[in-house]
């Protein structure tokens, strides 16, 4: 068991150093106050990209934002903190402002990891880059079927694709 993880964590920092070579990333903002957007600024030249958002991050800053840049053709994955087992989850599809510039192409869960009670698991969103401009996704994590529920996090990506 240990060294599956130490594996799985082997390939988690490959990935990260291969995305981080590939990308320049600014943060701004308050990160101790949850009333105060995260931003950071991600720019990606050729290949598709990761990014990631760690259960951490949204306990410090529950609404976070995020600018990236990249071509037509190519994308972005998002991985979100997941935890299901608290009722809570990302929704299916994420809101986006101009479907000629970005599409979402994909969304899955992974369990986490184990057998330990409580553990987080993962949701991926990925956007594909279909046209030149500016465009916003929007996602929201809450329990389905609260209505009028409030969010308990929120990711918002404004993506420009060249």
């Given at each position: 068991?240990?060294?599956?993880?130490?594996?799985?964590?082997?390939?988690?920092?490959?990935?990260?150093?291969?995305?981080?070579?590939?990308?320049?990333?600014e943060?701004?903002?308050?990160?101790?106050?949850s009333?105060?957007?995260?931003?950071?600024?991600?720019s990606?030249?050729?290949?598709?990209?990761?990014?990631?958002?760690?259960?951490?991050?949204?306990?410090?800053?529950?609404?976070?934002?995020?600018?990236?840049?990249?071509?037509?053709?190519?994308?972005v994955?998002?991985?979100?903190?997941?935890?299901?087992s608290t009722?809570?989850?990302?929704?299916?599809?994420?809101?986006?402002?101009?479907?000629?510039?970005?599409?979402?192409?994909?969304?899955?869960?992974?369990?986490?990891?184990?057998?330990?009670?409580?553990a987080?698991?993962?949701?991926?969103?990925?956007?594909?880059?279909?046209?030149?401009?500016?465009?916003?996704?929007?996602?929201e994590?809450?329990?389905?079927?609260?209505?009028?529920?409030?969010a308990?996090?929120?990711c918002?990506?404004?993506?420009?694709?060249?």
């Amino acid at each position: 068991m240990a060294m599956k993880y130490r594996l799985i964590m082997l390939g988690l920092i490959a990935i990260l150093a291969v995305s981080l070579l590939a990308c320049s990333s600014e943060t701004t903002g308050e990160n101790g106050d949850s009333s105060q957007p995260t931003k950071r600024t991600t720019s990606y030249a050729a290949a598709t990209s990761v990014e990631f958002y760690t259960c951490n991050e949204f306990e410090k800053n529950k609404h976070i934002t995020d600018e990236i840049t990249f071509t037509v053709g190519k994308g972005v994955t998002v991985i979100l903190c997941s935890n299901r087992s608290t009722g809570f989850q990302w929704g299916e599809e994420a809101e986006i402002s101009d479907t000629s510039v970005i599409e979402q192409t994909g969304h899955s869960y992974t369990a986490p990891a184990g057998d330990k009670v409580g553990a987080a698991g993962q949701e991926k969103f990925v956007f594909t880059g279909v046209g030149p401009g500016t465009a916003t996704a929007y996602m929201e994590y809450s329990r389905p079927g609260d209505s009028g529920a409030e969010a308990e996090w929120t990711c918002t990506l404004t993506i420009t694709v060249k």
